[in-house]
């Protein structure tokens, strides 16, 4: 019992890590691009140009957020934790994003590595969250500036 909560919490661990790189990484060259990008704007653009920029930071969390759910999906059909790959998408899908349908349920082996595929997923989500609203904001206060001048 005590060899596979502590091969749970070891997988755990390294999937927590890894997926936290790949989301801190992720944020960074999304930021990256909306430096390059931002410098665009002018006074006289629509807001279509905005828009375009914060469809373009959903699109790539939702990207980041799609890595890691297959990194998670990897680790379940790696160790042979669901019968098949399309079965692990599924459930790491479920599990990240916190849905908990239950149509799926992971042995007891491997049920403490699911329930911390969920508080990772929660907690990335949320980072997003706020990545998104910073955006927002900036966005925001660049319109801001503009109608001022």
């Known amino acids: 019992m005590y060899s596979s909560m502590a091969l749970n919490l070891g997988m755990s661990s390294l999937m927590v890590a890894a997926t936290v790189t790949v989301h801190f990484f992720g944020l960074l060259t999304l930021l990256h691009l909306l430096r390059r990008h931002v410098g665009r704007f002018r006074a006289h653009e629509s807001v279509v140009g905005q828009g375009a920029l914060i469809m373009s930071v959903i699109f790539g969390l939702f990207a980041i957020h799609t890595v890691e759910i297959w990194l998670y999906a990897f680790a379940f059909s790696l160790l042979g934790a669901v019968a098949d790959f399309e079965t692990a998408l599924y459930f790491s899908t479920v599990t990240f994003a916190s849905l908990g349908y239950g149509d799926i349920v992971l042995s007891r ?22 990545f998104l609203l910073s955006v927002m904001a900036r966005l925001r206060a660049l319109e801001h500036d503009w109608r001022e001048r």
Not at 110 to 130: D, H, P, Q
């Open 109 to 130: 082996d491997w049920r403490l590595f699911g329930a911390i595929e969920a508080a990772n997923g929660v907690i990335l989500f949320a980072w997003s969250t706020a």
